[in-house]
C-alpha cells in the first residue's frame, strides 16, 4: 500500500523554526527512493517523519495504509517490529552481544523462532559468517555495518529506511553495503528510501528527490 505524505510540515523549537516545508509524495511498494541535498535540508527529518520514527506537526503520513500518528504506542510497535527495518550511519549494535546476538534481537523480541535460519543465512549472504560469534569491537566498520543491516532485515521487513547507511565506509564497502540493499529491493521486493549524499548511489534509485530548504526541488526517475 506504499508510503505517502501530504503537505507534510515539521517545526522544532519555540518559536518554531519550520525544517520540513509542505511535502507530497507518494511511494509505491516496490519502489527505491532515494533522497539527497546539503547538509540540513532536511533529508533525515524527512525520512524520520516517512518511517514512524517522528510525528508532523502538521499534515499527513501515510504507510502501509496507516496514519502513525493514530496508533497506540504498542500498535506502533508491533507495526515497526514486523513491517519495518531501518539502518543509520552509526550501526547501534550492543556492545556486549555478540554479532548473531545483536541480529536476532528484533526476533527475540517479537518471539520468531524461525527468524535464525533467515539470519544465519544472511550472515552467509553478505559474507561475514566468521563475524557471528564476535563483538562489534572486534570487527571492522564495513562488517559492523553488514550486521546491522542483517539485523534491520532479520524480520523480512516491507519497508527498509536507510539514512547515509555508508557515511562511514570506504568505498569497498560502501559498494557491498549498496549492492546488498539494491538486492534487497530488486530481488525482495523490498520498499526501499536511502538518504545519501553520494550522487552514484542516489542515482541506482528508481526515483530520485531532491531536498533543498525542507522543499522538494527535483525528482528524477
Ligand atoms: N530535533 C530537532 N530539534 C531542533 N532542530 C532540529 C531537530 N532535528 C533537526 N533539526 C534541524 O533541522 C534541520 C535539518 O536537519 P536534518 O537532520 O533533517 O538535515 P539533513 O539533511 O539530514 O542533514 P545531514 O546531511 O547533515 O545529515 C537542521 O537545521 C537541524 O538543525
Ligand atoms: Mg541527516
Known sequence: MG?????LIKSFGEPPTVIIKGI???????DFVSISGR?????STLLYLLSTL???SSGSVMIDGQSPAELSVDALHQFRNESLGFVF???YLLPELTALENALLPARKNNNV???THVNALFELFDIQTARDKLPSQLSGGEQQRVAIVRALSMKPRYLFADEPTGNLDSVNSKIVMDILKKA???WGMTLILVTHEPDYAAMAEKEIFLKDGVIVNTAS
Open 3 to 7: 508510503i505517502s505524505c501530504q503537505r
Open 185 to 187: 529491493n530488486k530481488e
Open 24 to 30: 507530497d509524495l507518494n511511494i509505491e511498494d516496490g
Open 54 to 56: 517522528d510525528l508532523p
Open 114 to 116: 524461525d527468524a535464525k
Open 39 to 43: 547538509s540540513g535540508s532536511g533529508k
Open 89 to 91: 550511519q552509526f550501526h
